[in-house]
């Protein structure tokens, strides 16, 4: 059985594009394999190093321990909230086709409401949990606002992972797909982009 | 996006291979993509409740934000006699469905009838491969398995389990578990080691 990731786009409400998702990347791999190296005892500092959105290399803390101290701590987190455009799903314009070491869209369409910009929302999350087929889905819209039409080429899920013990407040991206046409979002209508991870048994 | 495949090998008491055998994996369970859920949902103070190996719902947190001591996710290397996560095998033969969150019958750790003695998991990374089409990201998890009981042990079933940590929060998820197509048996004084290698499709 295979883990299967779809990637769902809708615009103005309505499917415009269903397919799989074959471009995660080697961040990805870099921390599920960090987090299942380790023992999970949690009482120890760990990490694992991957590439930053920014292109530098960065640590993502996998396990900690904090003692008495107040701090933040999360190894993978998608759930960006309105208007950012640093993690989470974002879209880009770009069309560089993906390599597995890709760390950033190759041309990120910024939040905001100007030329060439979407007005970024927030995430939501649906599950469904049977007991011979499950999926977890997480999906953003963007809403075009700009007065001119925008168009989207290719889309990507970036993870926060942040420690507050050192600090380190990382974005990494871990997945990348280009679409297989540009989607044009003209004034005042949305994209709605969905990750669906599923598996069934067959 | 996410495969794996299990590899077994059983040695006798002189360490010669006596049995081998490479099966597709075929039961990721709920478990995983509740791990999913919760990463997808951090940002905040969200728990979502995931079935411990015990069979009790528990509340798990994809971030924190607190004075708290131990914090892991997805530990996987369980150390040498720990039977409770990382690679764990057992005896029963109930078919998967998706839900499951214990082995059927685990063979405990020890040297009792029916029982084997648990090494270390470990975890070999092998990073990206890009000779394959498409270019995968492989790990592979090992774990051997002693049979010091003086009698034969039957594996039909290998489970993966991972331990999560949030301050006094100490549980354990079973994330995979398949039945074999054929039963191992592990010879008296024998040994079994087991591999499960995942690869995750890039781009």
Redo the contacts between chains.
Sequence with gaps: MKIKCELIIERDGKEVYRGESKSFLKNFGIVLAGMLKNTGAGDARKFVVVTNTAGASANVYVEDSFGTDVRYFGVMGFYAGDNDDSYGILVGSGSTPVSPSDYALASKIPHGTGSGQLDYDTHNVLSGYGDTSGYVEIYRSFVNKSGGDVVVREVGLVARSIDGAVPSDVRYLIARDLLPSPITVKPLGSLTVKYRISLAIR | ???GTLEIMVKDRDGRVVKYGRH?????L?N???F??L??????Q?DISIVDTGGTSRPAR??????????????????DNDDS?GIIVGSGTTT????QYALASKIAHGTGSGQLDYNPTS?D?F??D?SVS??V???R?VRSFINASGVAVTINEVGVA?????DTDDFKFLIARDVLPISYTVPAGGSATVAVT?E????
Aim: proline content about 5%; overall charge positive; hydrophobic content about 40%.
């Design positions: 996006m996410l495969r597709e994996m075929k039961s990721f709920n995983f993509l509740k999913l859920e990463f997808f949902k951090s940002n905040g969200v994809g971030s924190r934000y607190n004075a708290i001591r131990e914090n892991s996710f997805m530990g996987g290397a369980a150390p996560y998967v469905n998706l839900n975890l990374d990073g990206v890009t498409p270019p990201y492989r790990f998890l991972v331990r999560y940590r949030r995942v995750v499709e890039l781009g």
